[in-house]
């Protein structure tokens, strides 16, 4: 299968509206004993009220707590992994033993609400991902971590050439298939979101984003400064690998303009110099590494299909 015939196939494969008549709730959860309670019952309550066939999966990742056991107090299915594996890996194993096709996830702290999550789902019919993203009018985003989510949400938006709102939201619903068709890609950590968010809008995937309130966390965050880091390595090596000319072209000019201009002005003076010649060959030779990769991708996609 060609890569235009992959895409062809993505978009039919949503081509007609399907009712999201039954779920699978994954809730990754590592030291939330005093919150988790409360957020299971909450997510009980809505799912009751709206009718649909679901599940609740919590998947304890090596709590030192009472996580697991609130959990089980809940009547949830519960999976405990042996040591703290990370988020992703925390994920990857409840949509593994998940028994419904679409997945939603969310978090054990009680940040997003369950309130918003009736919407989320009468909006999946008609799209392969339902993003809660994460501007509504009540959110409570620490003034410290916004400036690093806003410049790596405009970086993730000029490399997968669409507006992101959010980037990384911890409530969406997703086709079980989609997330399986990406599992050699989703990291173990943090950054499973942002995978997943770029893999689906690199590859034409139908991804909607739907505004929520995020409430103000109970407990403490496990979140570290290094995590903006990790994302940032997670965008571009996302993107390189879906969409490489993205990132290699305006590199290569980076280095080509400043030494063409330089070489103009060299040949005015009769004077070509080693600058000049480093920076022209420097961006072509980051625009021919920026063609193979992205002859590999290509190459890589198409066996993949097949």
Not at 147 to 168: R, T
Request: net charge neutral; aromatic share 10%; with cysteine.
């Amino acid at each position: 299968m060609s890569a235009t015939q992959a895409q062809a196939w993505t978009q039919d494969e949503t081509a007609y509206p399907a009712v999201v008549d039954a779920v699978s709730i994954v809730i990754p959860a590592y030291n939330e004993e005093g919150q988790i309670g409360a957020q299971l019952e909450a997510l009980q309550q809505v799912m009751e009220r709206i009718g649909r066939a679901f599940e609740i999966i919590v998947v304890d990742d090596g709590s030192t707590d009472g996580t697991a056991a609130e959990a089980e107090r809940r009547g949830v299915r519960l999976i405990r992994l042996p040591y703290n594996r990370g988020y992703g890996a925390a994920l990857k194993a409840g949509i593994a033993a998940a028994q419904y096709g679409w997945i939603l996830i969310t978090d054990a702290d009680g940040t997003y609400p369950s309130a918003a999550i009736p919407a989320l789902l009468e909006e999946a019919g008609d799209f392969d991902m339902v993003v809660g993203a994460r501007v509504g009018e009540n959110v409570h985003i620490p003034m410290l971590r916004r400036p690093a989510k806003w410049f790596l949400g405009v970086l993730a938006s000029y490399l997968a050439e669409q507006p992101i709102p959010d980037l990384n939201s911890g409530l969406r619903v997703i086709r079980k298939s989609l997330v399986r068709r990406y599992w050699h890609l989703l990291p173990k950590g943090f950054s499973f979101t942002t995978t997943i968010t770029l893999a689906a809008l690199c590859n034409h995937y139908r991804v909607c984003f739907h505004p929520i309130d995020y409430l103000k966390r109970g407990g403490k965050s496990k979140i570290r400064a290094r995590v903006a880091y990790d994302f940032l390595l997670v965008i571009l090596r996302t993107v390189v690998y879906f969409n490489p000319l993205r990132v290699f072209l305006p590199l290569g000019a980076v280095l080509f303009l400043p030494g063409l201009v330089k070489f103009i002005w060299d040949v005015t003076q009769r004077n070509i110099t080693d600058s000049a010649v480093m920076g022209l060959l420097g961006g072509i030779i980051v625009w021919a590494v920026g063609l193979l990769a992205d002859q590999m991708s290509r190459i890589a996609m198409a066996l993949r299909d097949d």
